[in-house]
Protein backbone atom coordinates (compact mmCIF):
# COMPACT_ATOMS: atom_id res chain seq x y z
CA UNK A 1 0.00 0.00 0.00
CA UNK A 2 1.22 3.94 -1.06
CA UNK A 3 -0.09 7.14 0.69
CA UNK A 4 0.40 9.84 -1.18
CA UNK A 5 0.49 13.54 0.31
CA UNK A 6 0.45 16.42 -2.09
CA UNK A 7 1.26 19.94 -0.99
CA UNK A 8 2.60 23.18 -2.41
CA UNK A 9 -0.43 24.71 -4.23
CA UNK A 10 -2.04 27.30 -3.90
CA UNK A 11 -2.69 31.09 -6.19
CA UNK A 12 0.25 33.02 -8.24
CA UNK A 13 -0.16 35.61 -10.61
CA UNK A 14 0.32 35.23 -14.20
CA UNK A 15 3.82 34.49 -15.20
CA UNK A 16 4.79 33.03 -11.53
CA UNK A 17 6.00 29.76 -9.97
CA UNK A 18 5.15 27.34 -7.42
CA UNK A 19 6.53 23.97 -6.31
CA UNK A 20 4.23 21.18 -5.82
CA UNK A 21 5.57 18.47 -3.90
CA UNK A 22 4.02 14.47 -3.15
CA UNK A 23 5.59 12.80 0.19
CA UNK A 24 4.81 8.82 -0.34
CA UNK A 25 4.61 6.41 2.36
CA UNK A 26 5.74 2.48 1.76
CA UNK A 27 9.61 1.10 0.78
CA UNK A 28 9.23 0.58 -2.29
CA UNK A 29 8.34 4.09 -3.60
CA UNK A 30 12.48 3.43 -5.39
CA UNK A 31 10.63 1.35 -7.83
CA UNK A 32 7.72 3.35 -8.94
CA UNK A 33 7.25 5.40 -11.88
CA UNK A 34 5.67 8.59 -10.58
CA UNK A 35 3.10 11.04 -12.57
CA UNK A 36 1.53 14.56 -11.95
CA UNK A 37 -2.31 14.59 -13.73
CA UNK A 38 -4.42 17.78 -13.17
CA UNK A 39 -8.30 17.87 -13.51
CA UNK A 40 -9.96 21.34 -14.51
CA UNK A 41 -13.63 21.97 -13.63
CA UNK A 42 -15.66 20.29 -16.17
CA UNK A 43 -12.78 18.61 -17.72
CA UNK A 44 -10.76 14.74 -17.44
CA UNK A 45 -8.11 14.57 -16.06
CA UNK A 46 -5.05 14.73 -17.70
CA UNK A 47 -1.52 13.94 -17.99
CA UNK A 48 0.94 16.62 -16.91
CA UNK A 49 4.57 14.58 -16.27
CA UNK A 50 5.46 11.45 -14.89
CA UNK A 51 9.37 10.32 -14.18
CA UNK A 52 10.62 6.82 -14.43
CA UNK A 53 11.07 4.61 -11.37
CA UNK A 54 15.24 5.20 -12.06
CA UNK A 55 14.78 9.14 -12.24
CA UNK A 56 16.48 8.94 -15.38
CA UNK A 57 13.61 9.41 -18.04
CA UNK A 58 10.92 12.35 -17.91
CA UNK A 59 7.81 12.99 -20.02
CA UNK A 60 5.80 16.44 -20.10
CA UNK A 61 2.75 17.29 -22.00
CA UNK A 62 3.73 19.24 -24.76
CA UNK A 63 1.34 22.43 -22.84
CA UNK A 64 3.99 22.49 -20.13
CA UNK A 65 6.92 21.65 -21.49
CA UNK A 66 9.48 24.19 -21.14
CA UNK A 67 7.71 25.26 -18.19
CA UNK A 68 7.45 22.75 -15.97
CA UNK A 69 10.41 20.27 -13.74
CA UNK A 70 9.57 16.94 -12.37
CA UNK A 71 11.67 15.32 -10.10
CA UNK A 72 12.33 12.84 -7.47
CA UNK A 73 14.12 12.06 -4.46
CA UNK A 74 13.96 8.37 -3.77
CA UNK A 75 16.01 9.22 -0.36
CA UNK A 76 12.86 11.20 0.99
CA UNK A 77 10.29 9.32 -0.86
CA UNK A 78 9.15 12.71 -2.49
CA UNK A 79 8.47 13.46 -6.15
CA UNK A 80 8.02 17.28 -7.13
CA UNK A 81 6.55 19.02 -10.01
CA UNK A 82 8.37 22.59 -10.25
CA UNK A 83 6.11 25.00 -12.46
CA UNK A 84 7.41 28.13 -13.84
CA UNK A 85 5.35 30.56 -16.34
CA UNK A 86 2.55 30.08 -15.20
CA UNK A 87 -1.05 30.49 -17.24
CA UNK A 88 -4.14 31.27 -16.26
CA UNK A 89 -5.03 27.97 -18.10
CA UNK A 90 -2.87 25.79 -15.67
CA UNK A 91 -5.60 26.43 -13.33
CA UNK A 92 -6.43 22.84 -12.10
CA UNK A 93 -6.31 20.21 -9.12
CA UNK A 94 -3.26 18.54 -9.42
CA UNK A 95 -3.02 14.92 -8.78
CA UNK A 96 -0.12 12.73 -7.46
CA UNK A 97 0.01 9.46 -8.72
CA UNK A 98 2.10 6.18 -8.72
CA UNK A 99 2.59 3.34 -11.20
CA UNK A 100 3.80 -0.59 -10.53
CA UNK A 101 6.61 -1.04 -9.75
CA UNK A 102 9.36 -0.69 -12.58
CA UNK A 103 6.22 0.06 -15.07
CA UNK A 104 7.16 1.92 -18.11
CA UNK A 105 3.84 3.46 -19.06
CA UNK A 106 3.28 7.10 -18.08
CA UNK A 107 0.53 8.89 -20.20
CA UNK A 108 -2.75 6.90 -19.12
CA UNK A 109 -4.39 7.39 -16.21
CA UNK A 110 -4.90 3.60 -15.79
CA UNK A 111 -1.54 3.01 -15.48
CA UNK A 112 -1.18 4.70 -12.50
CA UNK A 113 -2.13 2.52 -8.80
CA UNK A 114 -2.05 5.06 -5.97
CA UNK A 115 -3.56 8.48 -6.35
CA UNK A 116 -2.96 11.32 -3.88
CA UNK A 117 -6.13 13.53 -2.70
CA UNK A 118 -5.12 16.26 -4.61
CA UNK A 119 -3.79 19.94 -4.36
CA UNK A 120 -5.36 23.24 -5.91
CA UNK A 121 -3.62 25.63 -8.16
CA UNK A 122 -5.18 28.63 -9.27
CA UNK A 123 -3.47 30.98 -11.66
CA UNK A 124 -4.99 34.57 -11.79
CA UNK A 125 -4.51 36.82 -14.95
Known amino acids: QVQLVESGGGLVQAGGSLRLSCAAS????????MGWFRQAPGKEREFVAA????????YYADSVKGRFTISRDNAKNTVYLQMNSLKPEDTAVYYC??????????????????WGQGTQVTVSS
Open 97 to 114: AAGKDYSVFYYYTETYTY
Open 26 to 33: GRTFSNKP
Open 51 to 58: ISWSGDST
